[in-house]
């Protein structure tokens, strides 16, 4: 029989893994539902009702066994917030991203942990990230060719609306979700969604895919026990074709010649044209200066950082594009110590799967600042949290 809580894990995963709660928002809902934009609070107050309701029922068992290490590293990270706020200047920036950024969080990534603290609710996480995979997919596609919701032309995005948001996604999901797929359809899973991640133009996207790839190859997910030694070579050597494809150059020559480069702008032509185009364009020398201009304030306050919301309201338009940058700007040195603690702490309490999808969120956050300020990315989070007590490793089929 459908269990309540199940449907409730669905619902809260499937809206934070598609970006529904941001999309909803931010588009014109009225021709999508027929009301306003729903603001993503309501999607945090059915997320605590979640909560609530599965401690409640369960009487308290939910909130057992969650592992030491992050549930620690959450009181520090809280903690760490307030002290912060505290010692600098208390502005409207600081008011602004100690409740957004740090109690927000904190409380999110705390109550994501207790929903998905069961190996039922995993398994119920897992399904509802395949969901998520079957829906999104076909939007990102049509977005490509037919561009809609994306703010980057020629950049597929679909629902996710930033390219490189919907790509660092999709890897992530296509983790997330693989112990659902047939192990002999897995490899072609995985294929598929990295097609998807390449039209997204997310040099990032490219980059953590062909790194997962490689890490499933050599843990033996692809194929059945006895298949696990050549899929796993053979993985590596399509792995590495494919990216010797895409930075050389030769993937533009192909799109050229079955006709699809005519959906190509100068920039994401620009991107597969061969490494070096690849890695010198405006958006590139964008990400470059405010890298520079981060670590020259890093050098002026190294130990205490220059205040939490400091990113919001420094001389550039833009933040860091990149988490370490930001604690490390933003809090010293001590920030930096925290968000490595972090990844430490989720390869420790995690599974094989786990562990691939941590090396994942840490390479991406070399290339974002909403790892840790986005619940649709710490839901990966809580994901890796509670694999390694919740769900042993794959068994050959």
Same mark, same amino acid.
């Given at each position: ?16 893994? #598609? ?8 588009? #014109? ?17 059915f997320?605590? +009702? ?15 066994? /969650? ?6 590293w /959450? ?11 505290l ?14 950024d ?9 109550i994501?942990i ?8 995993v398994?119920?996480?897992?399904? =509802? ?5 079957l ?5 990102i596609? #049509? ?18 609306? @930033?390219? @490189? ?50 890490g499933?190859? /050599? ?9 696990k ?9 399509? /792995?590495?074709? %494919? ?23 100068? #920039?994401t ?8 185009? +690849? ?31 400091? +990113? ?10 990149n988490?370490y940058?930001l604690?490390?700007?933003?809090t ?32 991406s ?13 710490? %839901?990966?989070?809580?994901?890796? =949290?509670?694999?390694g007590?919740?769900?042993?490793n794959?068994?050959?089929s």
């Amino acid at each position: 029989m459908l269990k309540l809580e199940n449907v409730l894990v669905f619902i809260n995963v499937f809206i934070y893994a #598609s970006y529904t709660h941001l999309f909803l928002s931010r588009v #014109s809902t009225t021709q999508i539902i027929g009301i306003s934009g729903i603001k993503p609070l309501y999607w945090y107050l059915f997320t605590v +009702a979640t909560f609530l309701y599965i401690v409640i029922k369960n009487k308290f068992s939910a909130l057992v066994n /969650i592992p030491h290490g992050i549930w620690l590293w /959450i009181w520090i990270f809280l903690i760490q917030g307030l002290i912060w706020y505290l010692i600098s200047g208390q502005s409207i920036q600081a008011d602004q991203a100690l409740v957004t950024d740090y109690i927000t969080v904190s409380a999110l990534l705390f109550i994501l942990i207790v929903i998905l603290n069961s190996a039922e609710r995993v398994k119920i996480a897992r399904i =509802a990230l395949l969901a998520v995979a079957l829906s999104v997919i076909p939007g990102i596609v #049509s977005d490509f060719f037919d561009p809609l919701y994306t703010k980057v032309e020629g950049r597929a995005a679909g629902v996710y609306v @930033n390219p @490189n948001v919907a790509g660092e996604m999709i890897v992530l999901i296509m983790i997330g979700s693989l112990p659902l797929i047939p192990r002999k359809l897995s490899f072609w899973y995985c294929i598929v969604m990295g097609l998807v991640v390449l039209i997204t133009f997310s040099r990032t996207s490219i980059t953590i895919w062909i790194v997962a790839m490689v890490g499933l190859s /050599i843990g033996g997910i692809f194929g059945n026990k006895n298949e696990k030694p050549i899929i796993a070579i053979g993985g590596i050597v399509v /792995i590495i074709i %494919l990216a010797l494809a895409l930075f050389s150059g030769e993937a533009l020559r192909v799109m050229e010649s079955i006709g699809m480069d005519r959906y190509l702008t100068d #920039s994401t032509r620009s991107r597969i044209s061969g490494l070096s185009e +690849a890695v010198d364009d405006k958006s590139a020398d964008d990400r470059l200066i405010v890298a520079r201009g981060a670590w020259d304030k890093i050098k002026e306050k190294p130990f205490l950082g220059h205040g939490i919301g400091y +990113a919001k309201e420094w001389e550039y338009d833009k933040s860091t594009h990149n988490t370490y940058l930001l604690f490390f700007m933003e809090t010293g040195i001590t920030g930096l110590i925290l968000v490595l603690a972090l990844l430490v702490i989720l390869w420790n309490n995690t599974d094989y799967l786990g562990k691939i999808m941590t090396v994942v969120f840490g390479l991406s956050s070399m290339a974002t600042d909403s790892s840790l300020r986005q619940v649709g990315a710490f %839901l990966f989070v809580a994901l890796i =949290a509670v694999s390694g007590r919740s769900q042993k490793n794959r068994t050959a089929s």
